[in-house]
């Protein structure tokens, strides 16, 4: 069994900041890929960006520059680091890992972006 939860998420004004944080826990005996999607309300989910157990990094073309994607493999854990965020950035994100027993999600954590 693997769980994986998000946190960090929340209310931010336009051009602010936020650090969302996702742990993997369970039977895990190493973490591949780990990624960030998002929802938002009447959208299909999107992917955000994505991290390889070595360090390589992919962006949506509307994030790039503004986030920046991380992890520690020590802890299993991944990070989103979103700065300059904009209104249509509000969504439910969501984290995605892959390990040998398959992929897993998290539960998704509120991203709202409001003056």
């Known amino acids: 069994q693997v769980h994986v939860v998000e946190s960090g998420g929340g209310l931010v004004q336009p051009g602010g900041s936020l650090r969302l944080s996702c742990v993997a826990s369970g039977s895990i005996v190493s973490v591949s890929a780990m990624k960030w999607y998002r929802q938002a309300p009447g959208k299909q989910r999107e992917l955000v960006a994505a991290i390889t157990n070595g360090g390589n990094t992919n962006y949506a073309d509307s994030v790039k520059d503004r986030f920046t994607i991380s992890r520690d493999n020590a802890k299993n854990t991944v990070y989103l680091q979103m700065n300059s965020l904009k209104p249509e950035d509000t969504a439910v994100y969501y984290c995605?890992?892959?390990?040998?027993?398959?992929?897993?999600w998290g539960q998704g954590t509120q991203v709202t972006v409001s003056s």
């Open positions: 995605n890992v892959r390990v040998v027993l398959g992929t897993y």
